[in-house]
């Protein structure tokens, strides 16, 4: 038996399952075709990630923000382009650490590699941050006043992180 298959056997045939994360005790109630957490445990999208810090943030923000159809297509640029910076930074980092390791791995120690490595992810840093603020002023003239005051609360409540 394939062993992804076995929380979903048991759920159908011994009722509630308990699955064990690390040392806490979640418990799933079935609602539908799919599991979700009971109410205690129910913080949005906790268990995800993603580019905005949720797991679906299109949909999420689309419902929240109550966003009309043009503003969720802009939403949605806005958001892709976020993830592919998210997905070069990435790239940049594992060429650092990949530098980094170089500058280890020969008999001396050699700094201008290091630096270099350092360099990378100096560059990468400020290119992701370029990204997020003309992203977060896209969002700004995309939302009206009412939905730029949801988004803030979003922020500070730390339901969704930038």
């Known amino acids: 038996m394939y062993p992804g298959f076995i929380p979903h056997w048991k759920r159908s045939h011994c009722g509630e399952a308990r699955v064990w994360v690390g040392a806490s005790e979640r418990r799933f109630a079935r609602e539908g075709w799919g599991y979700r957490a009971t109410e205690e445990e129910d913080a949005p999208f906790s268990s995800g990630g993603g580019s905005f810090g949720v797991r679906r943030p299109l949909r999420f923000l689309a419902y929240k923000l109550d966003l009309a159809e043009a503003q969720v297509a802009e939403l949605a640029r806005i958001l892709d382009e976020i993830?592919?910076?998210?997905?070069?930074?990435?790239?940049?980092?594992?060429?650092?650490?990949?530098?980094?390791?170089?500058?280890?791995?020969?008999?001396?120690?050699?700094?201008?590699?290091?630096?270099?490595?350092?360099?990378?992810?100096?560059?990468?840093?400020?290119?992701?941050?370029?990204?997020v603020v003309k992203a977060l002023g896209r969002l700004h003239q995309v939302l009206d006043e009412d939905q730029r005051k949801k988004l803030a609360y979003l922020i500070r409540t730390g339901t969704l992180s930038i």
């Open 83 to 131: 993830k592919t910076e998210r997905a070069q930074a990435a790239v940049d980092h594992r060429r650092a650490i990949s530098v980094f390791a170089e500058a280890i791995e020969s008999a001396g120690f050699d700094e201008a590699k290091a630096d270099a490595g350092a360099s990378i992810r100096v560059q990468s840093a400020d290119k992701l941050r370029g990204a």
